[in-house]
């Protein structure tokens, strides 16, 4: 999902950042956190024009995490 958020908007909202786009992008899915979704959904943001990602995991243990240090190089 593709959502376009608009500062300075005379609504309210100002901030610093006009015209920005905000790319909502679900790669865990009913908290079943795996290193190739994670992989998967960073890669899908890149290839679909995300030039900073942000994210938030929670695992202790990571069976395949070159995955996903791949896909953070990528």
Known sequence: MLVSVLFNNNLGI???AD???VMMVRAVPNGDEYDKDIALG???AVDN???V???SFGKYFSQN???VIDA???
Do not use: F, L, S
């Open 19 to 21: 015209n920005v786009q």
């Open 14 to 16: 100002d901030g610093i």
């Open 53 to 55: 990602i942000n994210g």
């Open 42 to 44: 960073i890669r899908y």
């Open 72 to 74: 953070i190089k990528y």
């Open 49 to 51: 024009g995300a030039k």
């Open 65 to 67: 995490k070159e995955w």
